[in-house]
Nanobody
Framework: QVQLVESGGGLVQPGGSLRLSCAAS????????MGWYRQAPGKERELVAA???????NYVDSVKGRFTISRDNAKNTVYLQMNSLKPEDTAIYYC??????????????WGQGTQVTVSS
C-alpha cells in the first residue's frame, strides 16, 4: 500500500505564511510527480502546484509569486511554502502523487487533506 500524510495546515491571518508537507511511504518504486490541490466550499478541486521528477514546476495563476513547491526525493516528501496568504486561499489542501509501485503498478494517490484558513 501507499500512504500520503500531510501536515502544516492551520489558521493564519491575511498576509501570513504557512508551509505544508506531504510524505509518501509504502511500496513505492519511483515517483513521477507530486502536487497540491485545493478545494474550497462549493467549488471544484483545483491544481495549485505540481513538481515532476526532473524538478520542473507549474502553478495556478492565482498563486504565482506567492507559493513555492519543492521536493525532497530522498524522503519522498513534497512541500508547499505559502506566503502572502489571502482569504481566497482558504480551502482543504490535498497532496497528490503519481507514482510507480514496487509491484509495477502506476497510479494516482491522495492524502487525507489539511485545512488552511486565512482569516483575521
Amino acid at each position: 500500500q501507499v500512504q500520503l500524510v500531510e501536515s502544516g495546515g492551520g489558521l493564519v491571518q491575511p498576509g501570513g505564511s504557512l508551509r505544508l508537507s506531504c510524505a509518501a511511504s509504502g511500496i513505492i518504486f519511483s515517483i513521477n510527480a507530486m502536487g497540491w490541490y485545493r478545494q474550497a466550499p462549493g467549488k471544484e478541486r483545483e491544481l495549485v502546484a505540481a513538481i515532476i521528477s526532473g524538478g520542473s514546476t507549474n502553478y495556478v495563476d492565482s498563486v504565482k509569486g506567492r507559493f513555492t513547491i519543492s521536493r525532497d526525493n530522498a524522503k519522498n516528501t513534497v512541500y508547499l511554502q505559502m506566503n502572502s496568504l489571502k482569504p481566497e486561499d482558504t480551502a482543504i489542501y490535498y497532496c497528490n502523487a503519481n507514482l510507480l509501485t514496487n509491484r509495477g503498478a502506476t497510479g494516482q494517490y491522495w492524502g487525507q487533506g489539511t485545512q488552511v484558513t486565512v482569516s483575521s
